[in-house]
């Protein structure tokens, strides 16, 4: 049992390159969402969704793109990559939208942008 | 707004000491409560939560917390620590009232145990 699974684990871009990271779980979770995580800030919300075709915003979006197509994938797209955008990136999933579930979480993805 | 606070950026205790970690929140309806755990260079751990019931919660690795609603608090304790429990630790909470969808995390708490 994989769990959820991130790709890539290190990626190095330039300004204004674009990029997507993977996201796949195979617990058949409803819920997946995506986190950046900054030294000092803990993790920030970017993106979730609630279930294949249905996604919204977290507390930072901007800059970010989501699909959710199947239930089990949910890749996140820069579409033209900033700096500030260098961080830790956390896919996370869990069971069900009655919301009373735990978070699973990827092992993360290292971005930095030049 | 929600909000979730952790006031100590560090914890420091020696081996076979109790350990407390603080977490207070901020909420507009009734808080689910959770802590997870981050060891170097991996995701988080889920150790333990509150959703509704008796205040103090059991979790994994011997960790306990207790939810006080007067004080908006959830404290992760844990009476014996061991080296091992060395790790960066995130309180988070989940607002029931606009559909809990948004799981909110603190900054986190580096606890470190001497032995």
């Known amino acids: 049992n994989a769990g959820v699974t991130q790709t890539p684990k290190f990626q190095v871009l330039k300004t204004g390159q674009s990029m997507t990271l993977q996201c796949a779980q195979d617990m058949n979770h409803e819920y997946m969402s995506w986190y950046r995580q900054d030294p000092g800030m803990g993790l920030r919300l970017i993106h979730y969704s609630v279930g294949a075709g249905i996604t919204d915003q977290g507390e930072v979006p901007n800059g970010y793109n989501v699909s959710r197509s199947t239930t089990e994938d949910f890749p996140l797209r820069l579409l033209s990559a900033a700096p500030s955008q260098t961080s830790v990136y956390f896919c996370a999933s869990s069971l069900g939208v009655a919301n009373t579930g735990e978070l699973f979480f990827g092992e993360g993805s290292r971005l930095t942008v030049l | 707004a929600q909000s979730v606070a952790q006031p100590e950026d560090q914890v420091n205790v020696a081996e076979g000491n109790p350990l407390t970690v603080k977490c207070t929140y901020s909420v507009s309806g009734n808080p689910y409560l959770f802590w997870y755990v981050q060891y170097p260079n991996r995701g988080l751990q889920f150790l333990l939560k509150?959703?509704?019931?008796?205040?103090l919660v059991k979790g994994s690795y011997g960790f306990e917390a207790e939810f006080n609603k007067s004080q908006t608090s959830f404290h992760l304790k844990k009476p014996s620590a061991l080296v091992s429990d060395s790790a960066l630790y995130f309180c988070a909470v989940r607002d029931t009232r606009t559909g809990g969808f948004k799981t909110i995390f603190g900054a986190g708490t580096r606890l470190f145990v001497k032995a």
């Open positions: 509150y959703i509704t019931g008796d205040n």
